[in-house]
């Protein structure tokens, strides 16, 4: 009896929290400045359909279509590099490697791209959203500083 009374207990409690639960990844990064800013990459539900005619996007050109969007273009002698070492795009992020691209389906079909690179001097994780049309899901800024941390350094003298 005690059982059955905790298992409907149990699942009155958490069968809401469930429901309500999305996929989303919350992260931060430190500016150039040394301020942290924190985001929230999360695909809403309400994204307009893309046209009907449009492919479907592969995952190496999702890969591609991220790193172009985290850290911008760089066209030099008339050949192109996507995240290369000219800080640019939505992170002002250099020198950006793909860590994964993992497939999600919920809410909607979307590539979750897993990046490296550096802000400033200090690399980095961030991450970019790329439907299955090939539209970017920025993520949204969340909380953190607006102002740059306070750096503390130790000078080592001899005695």
Known sequence: MNVRLLSTLALTLVAPAMAGTTNSITFNVRQENGAV??????????????KTDTPKISRDLAALAAVAWAGGLETNNGLT???????????HATHIKV?????QTSPLPYYLVQMQGNIG??????YGGVLDDGRIVEPTAIGGSAVPQ????????KR
């Open 99 to 103: 860590d994964s691209v993992q497939p």
């Open 150 to 157: 306070k750096m503390t350094t130790r000078s080592h003298k």
């Open 121 to 126: 001097q200090t690399p980095q994780t961030f």
């Open 37 to 50: 800013q924190n985001y929230r990459l999360e695909v809403p539900p309400n994204v307009p359909p893309a």
């Open 81 to 91: 590099t996507l995240g290369g070492s000219k800080p640019g795009g939505f992170y």
